[in-house]
């Protein structure tokens, strides 16, 4: 197989085996009167015999650095190494996205679907799944996994792949970057190859990136303002409303701009902030709850609004489990 100049010597029947579109080139390339590489299956394809060997050169139109990947997958030394890629540590974005790239295009659905899977994983539909995950840290998105540019790899795979609950988490990481820098530089590879955003989504982002945020700053008032004037534990001395007004008018004013600054719409880790704990420490717990709750509520609320920001339908999005 030759990719960009790069020569991969490869055993025929793997390809085969894990892609009908190689079976069928390669199959055909076996027959007696093979002369030309017409009609396949993609037809930027190119097929010729080795005048010595008599053996196929694939000549295929994809990164050496994506094949590299693949193949290193599909040859791995067990039967699991080949298609688990959480068998895989130290996985990087580049090959998920090697993973589902080529898997897409030659049909190899265990690699495209074990990419997939493990895109949806970060870039999920699930907001539980986005709580826990390393998703939710401030600055920081997912440092150990993926860098903010990959969003932009991320978000071109789902329009190709059709595998749209992948988009909003991945256009809001985009909208974190530079809006011109998703079209000029992009997401830069290994190799020195780019990758920009497609137009369409390009377009959501700028017209998204305003209202997000307008959000941040809105869902700050709209926790406050689900919460009662009074509450009875100031009969027992304890001053909930007026930590909640310490934190409404002092703490969460001071976290906006920084929130602001990465587009944050469910206010980051704010309840995790010290000064945040020490207003609700003080509160009785049962009006430190109504104020999680309402926190809660907001952030699920932005949740189920996030694909609309962005313009896309999404089925099934923003079905929260209900609390028992
Ligand atoms: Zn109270």
């Known amino acids: 197989m030759v990719a960009e100049n790069v020569e991969f010597q490869v055993y025929k029947g793997i390809l085969m085996h894990h892609s009908p579109v190689f079976k069928k080139i390669l199959s055909r390339a076996s027959t007696p009167n093979f002369a030309s590489s017409a009609s396949f299956p993609i037809p930027e394809v190119l097929v010729e015999l080795d005048v010595l060997s008599g053996l196929p050169i694939v ?31 130290k996985i990087t974005s580049e090959q ?42 401030n600055g920081d998105l997912m440092r150990d996994r993926f860098g903010n540019h990959d969003a932009i790899g991320v978000a071109n795979l789902a329009r190709l792949t059709g595998e749209l609950s992948l988009l909003p988490t991945a256009l809001l990481l985009c909208c974190r970057l530079d809006l011109r820098d998703l079209r000029e530089h992009g997401l830069l590879y290994s190799d020195g190859q780019k990758e920009v955003l497609n137009k369409e989504d390009w ?12 959000t941040v700053a809105s869902t700050a008032w709209e926790i406050f303002k689900t919460l009662p004037g009074e509450c009875e534990h ?14 409404r008018d002092s703490v969460v004013p001071k976290l906006i701009e920084s929130l602001t600054r990465t587009m944050d719409p469910f206010l980051g880790r ?5 000064d945040w704990k020490d207003a609700t420490e003080n509160m009785a717990p049962r009006c430190r709850q109504r104020l999680s709750e309402a926190l809660r509520r907001r952030r699920e609320a932005v949740w189920e609004m996030l694909p609309s920001l962005f313009n896309i339908e999404i089925e099934d999005w923003g079905l929260v489990e209900p609390i028992v």
């Open 59 to 89: 000549t295929v139109q994809d990164a050496a650095r994506d094949w590299r990947y693949a193949l290193r997958a599909l040859m791995g030394d067990t039967i699991a190494s080949r298609v688990t890629v959480c068998e895989m540590p």
């Open 203 to 214: 377009l959501h982002c700028c017209q998204a990136a305003p209202e997000i945020v307008r």
């Open 234 to 247: 100031v009969f027992e001395g304890i001053g909930c409303m007026a930590e909640i007004s310490n934190l």
């Open 270 to 274: 704010v309840d995790k902030q010290d």
């Open 96 to 137: 998920v996205f090697a993973f589902i790239r080529l898997g897409h295009k030659y049909q190899m659905e265990s690699l495209r679907r074990t990419g997939l899977d493990y895109l949806k994983h970060y870039f999920t539909s699930d907001f539980g799944c986005y709580l826990s995950c390393h998703v939710y840290t």
